[in-house]
Nanobody
Framework: VQLQASGGGLVQAGGSLRLSCAAS????????MGWLRQAPGSEREFVGA????????YYADSVKGRFTISRDNAKNMMYLQMNSAKPEDTAVYYC?????????????????????RGQGTQVTVSS
């Protein structure tokens, strides 16, 4: 599966930004689509993911209640709506995908499980 992320930019603290991810090359019914991020000097971390088969989502505690992942099945698009942005959200954000053998597999928060990754998009939150 090929992934293309877009929508990054500069936002003030407390503001909002929406990232998009276009997926192509595979039927996504057995994929979990997610967002990972990496700040300078830090390891890549899990932000959240959506189980494509039923839209179930799971988020890292650091973004829960502020970020929302959604999908458009018809367009094979995934979105990350970032609200109440904080300076610590500054990072390169990656669209990622994990294939599973079951459409009901539990979403994992382990970044290494997402074998498919697109190029990153920079998000900078100014204080």
């Amino acid at each position: 599966v090929q992934l293309q992320a877009s929508g990054g930019g500069l936002v003030q603290a407390g503001g909002s930004l929406r990232l998009s991810c276009a997926a192509s090359g595979r039927t996504l019914s057995k994929y979990h689509m997610g967002w990972l991020r990496q700040a300078p000097g830090s390891e890549r971390e899990f932000v959240g993911a959506i189980r494509w088969s039923d839209g179930n989502t799971y988020y890292a505690d650091s973004v829960k209640g502020r970020f929302t992942i959604s999908r458009d099945n018809a367009k094979n698009m995934m979105y990350l709506q970032m609200n109440s942005a904080k300076p610590e959200d500054t990072a390169v954000y990656y669209c990622a995908a994990r294939w599973t053998s079951s459409s009901r597999a539990t979403i994992t928060a382990a970044p290494s499980s997402y074998a498919y990754r697109g190029q990153g998009t920079q998000v900078t939150v100014s204080s």
